[in-house]
């Protein structure tokens, strides 16, 4: 059976044409697709347009240094997996230091060796593929969310909405970027697990009955087992099953408390309520944005919600996504 396999794209951002040209002939056995540039300007507009697969990288780039460029190629969710090594002869250890701080999976190993360079090569570009599989198998399930949204005008786009709000959420509050980057897909895996629910209690219009809503409170628990076996999603684990705890102890599907709820779910908690009000359902008008933060602002000591994160939501108003204006 005949397959068409990906050519591979190595980027090679250094000042230094005759490094470039050892390097390119050293790689010429090898089906990557090299491209040169010569300043770190160009180095971001090359990674911008298309995404490598592997970079080379002088960290002292001529416009933009190499630290700066591995910095943002690690902080952003779209390059954080590419691999990067580093052709600077660094003599100076706390460069280096800074150089594994930022992200460098490698240092190029002077004089140059074709197969300890083509063995390291091969290495990064086999674990890049392993992060790309995995992104593959995430995107499966947001597109399954997706569909399930779908089906209810009413519900379509909260998963996205909740995603996003958390993570304007954990930027007020001055969460990490790997903090921002678990509530983003656990917002939007939050409400997967109501691919299990029965289509006639998630589109029920009117009141559920009580049975109805004891169905319906299984989603976080159903999310959970299905979101277990994809170890890449294990971090938001804690999002997509506690997100309907409450801390007075009376949410499900754990019965939760206080510090016992983990606080990336105390976050996506805030998000999703303030979403369902604030949106249209079947049997009632979503609220304004004023009277769900006067709602919020008036429940911020009843053990409901995260003090914290309520003030954070209720500073926000002037800044909520658009999607709220």
Known sequence: MNSTRKVQQVLIADDNEELFL???????????ELQWVKNGEAAIEAIRKRKPDLLFLDLSLPYVSGFEICRQLKQNIHTHFVPILVTTEIKDPEDRLKAIELGVDDF?????????LSTRI?????????HDDLDTSESILFSLVEALEAKDPFTSGHSRRVAQLSCELARQLGLSVVDIDLLRKGGLLHDIGK????????????????????????????????????????????????HHERLYGKGYPDGLKDDNIPMLARITA???AFDAMTENRPYRQGMSVERALSIFSKEI?????DPKVVKALIHL???LPQEYA
């Open 270 to 272: 805030v998000a999703d």
């Open 108 to 116: 190029v190993s002077y004089p140059l060796n074709q197969a300890e």
């Open 22 to 32: 050892a390097l390119a002939d050293l790689l010429k056995p090898y089906p990557y």
């Open 195 to 242: 691919i299990g629910v029965k289509e006639g209690v998630l589109l029920k219009e009117g009141k559920l009955d009580d049975d109805e809503m004891s169905h319906i409170k299984t989603h976080p628990a159903r999310g959970y087992d299905i979101c277990l076996p994809l170890k890449s999603l294990e971090p938001c684990l804690p999002i997509i099953r506690s």
């Open 122 to 130: 091969k290495y990064l570009l086999q674990l890049k593929s392993l």
């Open 301 to 305: 000591a009843s053990g409901q919600w």
């Open 317 to 319: 108003k002037e800044n």
